[in-house]
């Protein structure tokens, strides 16, 4: 299978993507919705917002058509998760046929508590769909820096297809028939690193910051497989890879949010100044939500909730976290 | 059980649980092997060269007389794992019969491929055992920053009295039964701190590293469980925790040997250079071994060993890991 791949969404990893598609020398059509900012692009041929300096190749294109998009071979989804169910039911009006559809937003809805696959199939019906995900901080694929991903696809076949399509001297793709697995490590870690964002701006140290991580993890494993991922799936890249990738990255919008929280700075306040969307916010809601449905135990997560909903202060709730009695490792 | 606690070795650990017991009061007789550096800690009421600037509590004693210690209700031991059976075999001269003696020490001997309390057991007899271990760096628990740790004893009434005795406010102690399981987890980091280093300073970006780090993870597992320990555990405070910990930290002088490595300089240079002891070195030679014997696959262990003693450059290592055909992941 080869052809055209369209990418929707022009922040930091749809432009990495391009970039790296483009420089295989493969036809890329990048679409933002943005159309300002994608003039611009066109125009500089580089994204100055999102990941500056970074050239793309001549063979991505820009366009402000989303129906060149939905024409292509493979699809490719980069936008923020609450905006996946918008993008694909406008996707939809084009009845796109690509022979893959690969995800890479990371997030669970809120009230549905669906998946982004599952979001994108309810919109787009019958379309192959895949996963990509992992430790992959976007402005270190477009420095051509060594990074390993996650390729997850229910169909071998298209795992291995979509594999050779990605992979490139610095980026190798992994495969995994674990569609579920593989979205719910990386829907999950996000909070965790807020988590680790507020320890770190609370100055507790790398010992409590390892302490929570190990936590996180356990807890992304509980809620994880309560929702059908399979066990294994956690502790890959996709699990604990993208976990530490993101809790101790400076590179992570969602840790530096949550350092800003812990040095005593309002979420309202972070937000404003910042263009790039914290996944975190929107996710420690629908996965709390999820977690409750399922009878799932997520101390971490709920604290993390009370913090950006309730008004609690980050002291406040990693005090009441680390104060818990201690007791038998494995409870 | 109550009564004095001996600390045998005197470097930053064996000092940060003297000043954590000794501010809570308890009676603590400090020893090392090391007479010259004792007099000076004992001059000073510091340990200069290992933890600087911190006082000891007024209920700690500095002795250079080892049957202090053996004479003591707890015997905690300290020392790099390599001095661990010549010092138990000191210390068996005087019979002593604590209540219970802790290891800190994290190790596995070369050629027998025993666990350090396997070690202290054999010189020692019948005397209790148990381990305390986790993500601890110890300037970080002399500074009273939040910290988790494990307490590892078969006997589940002594691992209780060794949890109170250890436990701080910001001291929390988390307690298992899997003796086996909590020494390797610790045995094993350091090899992976000094891949993660090597990786730091060849400038490979935190994509590459936390990519590292989950290969780490499945090695360790895979290695700890062979040799006896239990799955659970390995994914809880003493395995990934303690991995994390020391893979993300400056404190780490494991990380920090790898990184000079991964800078071009010479392993010898390197540790002529620094005093502290890096426990990966010795450390990835015993734990391949017992690798080889238990025939577990370990590729990145592997790649360390090449480094340290084989001449191989840390980027060539690096290299041939990531250069590996990407496959399935669960492989």
């Known amino acids: 299978m080869s052809g055209r791949i369209g990418i929707l969404g022009a922040g930091s990893w749809g432009t990495a993507l391009a970039v790296l598609l483009g420089h295989a020398g493969r036809p890329v059509t990048l679409w933002g919705r943005d159309a300002a900012r994608l003039s611009r692009i066109k125009e500089l041929r580089r994204n100055e917002d999102y990941l500056p300096g970074v050239e793309l190749p001549g063979s991505v294109e820009v366009v402000e058509d989303l129906g060149r998009v939905a024409a292509a071979n493979w699809i ?23 022979g893959l559809l690969v995800s890479c937003a990371k997030g669970i809805e809120l009230d549905s508590g669906l998946r982004m696959t599952e979001v994108i199939g309810q919109e787009l019906g019958d379309v192959p769909l895949a996963v990509l995900t992992g430790p992959n901080h976007a402005e270190e694929v477009a420095d051509r820096k060594a990074t390993a991903a996650v390729l997850a696809c229910a169909d071998e076949a298209l795992a291995l297809e979509a594999q050779g399509l990605f992979s490139a001297p610095w980026f190798r793709c992994y495969t ?152 038998p490792e494995a409870d």
Request: with cysteine; proline share 5%.
């Open 76 to 98: 490719v989804v980069t936008t923020p998760s609450a905006h996946v169910r918008g993008l694909a039911r406008r996707l939809a009006a084009f009845s796109p046929r690509p």
């Open 176 to 327: 995994t028939t674990d569609v579920a697995g593989a979205e719910w490590g990386g829907a999950s870690k996000n909070p965790y690193a807020l988590a680790a964002g507020m320890a770190a701006g609370l100055r507790l140290g790398d010992n409590a910051i390892a302490a929570l991580v190990t936590r996180a993890l356990a807890e992304m494993v509980r809620l994880g497989t309560a929702a059908g991922g399979r066990l294994e799936t956690f502790y890959g890249l996709s699990g604990v890879g993208d976990l530490v990738a993101t809790c101790y990255s400076r590179h992570s919008r969602n840790f530096r949010l949550g350092e800003q929280l812990g040095l005593g700075r309002e979420l309202a306040e972070v937000q404003a100044g910042s263009r790039m969307v914290a996944e975190g916010v929107p996710n420690t809601r629908s996965l709390r939500q999820t977690a409750r449905r399922l009878g799932a135990r997520t101390p971490l997560l709920d604290e993390v909730h009370a913090v950006l909903f309730e008004g609690k202060t980050p002291a406040g709730a990693l005090r009441d976290l680390l104060a818990r009695d201690p007791r």
